[in-house]
């Protein structure tokens, strides 16, 4: 990928260059699927991790659990969940934000003090369209959205991920960019255009 290639992932709609990656390691909880699906769900976050280098555990020290996923029908029933509003202090605007829009799916982060994500809760509202996916291709989906904080615009054309025969799989390039995105040289977050070019220099190492 070129360094304006990747630039383009990182820079949101306000024209603000914004780049995180999870500075501790995962600790996942679902809420919402069974347990089958719940596999596939462990299966996608273990396979992305191992390509980051990155680690999973029970439980976080601070949070208890760091990356929540949470799957329901309609948006009307997160106000009933409990805490829910401490997750998400502005509940009831979003909430009718996201209907106005008919979304079916939200991700919002929390950052440390250094600004390396520190958690990722992601909403799915299993819809005509959601209920369609492989199970396998929307655990993927989520994970490579979680991984980093992408821009706003980044998949709004393009899927990160590719199909290979049968199967569903991380685009190429995507990975190679999570990868080097976790290089331990690089930083945890940065907020200028450069940071792109050490980005495309760290992908020429690793290849």
Known sequence: MTAEEIEALFVRESGDYAFARWGRPLAPVVFGVEDETLGVIKGAIEAVNQLAGTSISE????????????????????????NMDRLLPDLGPL?????????????????DDTGAIKACFVFLRMDTHLRTVPAETLALSQVVQSMLLWSDLAFRDRSPLAVAGETTVLRPDIAALIRAAYDPVMPGAADDPSHALRLAARIGTLT
């Open 59 to 82: 439980t976080d020290p601070e949070l208890g659990s760091n990356f929540i996923w949470f799957f329901f029908k309609e948006w009307d029933e997160l106000p009933g969940v409990p």
């Open 95 to 111: 909430v009718a934000r996201l209907k106005e829009v008919d979304a079916n799916q939200y991700r919002t982060f929390r950052f």
